[in-house]
Structures are given as structure tokens and as C-alpha cells.
């Protein structure tokens, strides 16, 4: 199978004719065309009216050519096709609006190691060649320009970028748990540990607990708990962990350590570090970024910033990567 793709972007092309969005003014016209593919020369998408030899499948977006190599093209707004093969040799798809379809068929084996995974639908929706190269490194696929020919063997990004442990921070609404939930976004299978209340009796924060559920892939596995330390040695699957604030906070609240004897605090710290030292698995851990803030006006206050700030430094020293998150934009550390 040889795949020509003719054009990579949306149906408007990237940048998108007359618009003056911060994405498309800095691109020349025509920079990426309208989503196009030929496959062996003699089968445009969308597949119908088929040569002898080739078959469509997965509800008309996929196609098995006659030497048994398989294609499937995803486009925006469709869902993962139930129907479909063993597994595709190539993908292409549009991950910009849900990343968590490409975690979708590799939970199906619709997609392994081997499978060339290609982004399309390029446009707009994103902020520059240079992010989507960021995220698709994340995701374990190719951004390629148009005019390219794809075959199956084409040599693949390591998914994850090779960041094992990655400790992201911020401040209050900086985006950091969008980008956490981003950096595992394309994986089969996520733990999310969620470390604070549920927000039972509480409507601000129930609404955000509730905006967080609501973002995450739908086939996350979701777990509740304070003991984090077991949490990552019992790890199975990626853990995003958020956050470390809620839970060092649950910490205080558990030792009646805000007035009291803060040793079982350093204690917990300390096992947490040293679990997250040990993972074989992936981790994303989220935290506050306490350094720029107002000096707390009470001891115990005081008491919690210093606890956390130590635990952030401990933990950047154990990770691969660390960022900090301003805007909703990393920057790496």
C-alpha cells in the first residue's frame, strides 16, 4: 500500500483564507492544503466505486487493499469505527479536538507499535507547526507535509517523548491539569488519581471537580485516595496524579498537623518521593507553584507552603520532565 497525501488540513487549509487568528497570520497561503489521499494511484477518499481487489470497511473509512495492508481514515467528528479489522497498518486522523480516539484504538488493537499514525485535518485549532509537533511527539504520531507518500514501516515517534515522570506546575487556573490530561491523552489505558473532595456540600467546588470529569476520556479509570505512595507502587497503567496540593492538604487535615506535630507529614513526603523514584510506569503529577505567591499571614499557613515547596523540589529531582505552566502554555524547566 502507498498512500499519497495530497493535502493534510481542514477543509478550509492552514492558514485559513482571510483569517487573522494568531495561528494563521504567521503562516504563508496554502501552507497546508484541504485533506486529500490517493491510495496505489487509483483510489481517492472517500472510498467508493472500488477497483477489483479493494474493499471498503469501518463504515466507509477504512480500506483493505488487495496485498492485505489496511487503512483507516478518521476524520473530525467521527467516532472510533466498531467494525473494523484486526488492526490497521495506517492511521490517519484528526487529533487536534480528541487526542483520546487514538488511545481509543490502541485499547482495541486497532493500533499497535507498528501502525504509521499520521495527523490530519491540520488547522487552525492549533497554535503553530511547533505545538502540534509537541503534542503529536506526546501521542506517538507523524505530522507530514502535503505531498508526502506513506507506506506501512514508516518509522514512528517514541510515544510520550520519552518523559517517564513528568511534574507539571502552576498556578491557580494556568492550565496545568488540561496539559496533564493532554500529555497521556493518546494512551489505551490512564489511571486518573484524584486526591481531593468530591465536593459534597460544596457547589463552587463540585462544579469543578465536575468540568475536570467531564474533559477526561471517557475509558480513564478514575481512583480516590490519599495513600498516593501505594498508588504508584500498585500502578498497572499511566497514572495522572491531581493534585499534590489537595492531597498534601488531606495530608495536614489527616495527622492534625496544622497546630500540631508536622514529623508523619515529612514522613508521608518522603514515602511519596521515594515511590515515585522507584515507577517503572508512566507518571504526570500536577502541583501549585507556591514561590510566587503572597507570604502566607499564619504559621500553619507558612507551614503548608513550605511543606509543598519542598516536596515540588524533591519531586523535580526524580522526574524526567518538569514544567512550569503559565497561561496554558509549558515551559519546560
Known sequence: MNVLLTGTAGGAGWPEP???CA???RLPPGHRRPFGLVVDGVVPFPFADLP???RACADGLGLTCPDGSRLLCLPRDRPVPANGPARYDVVLIDLLDRPERLGELRRMGLVDEETVVAAVGLDHRIRSEEEL??????WGALA?????ELRPGTPMPRRGGGAGRALLLGGSRSGKSAEAELRLAAEPYVTYVATGPDGAGDGEWAARVRAHRERRPAHWATVETTDLAAAIRAAATPLLIDGLGTWLTAVFDEHGAWE???APVAARCAELVAAWRQSDRPLVAVSD???MGVVPATASGRAFRDALGRLNERLAAESEYVALVVAGRPLAL
Open 18 to 20: 482571510g483569517c487573522r
Open 23 to 25: 495561528s494563521c497570520a
Open 133 to 138: 509537533a509537541r503534542r503529536l511527539r506526546l
Open 260 to 262: 500540631g506535630d508536622r
Open 289 to 291: 507553584e507556591v514561590g
Open 52 to 54: 477489483d481487489g479493494y
Open 144 to 148: 507530514v507535509p502535503d505531498g508526502t
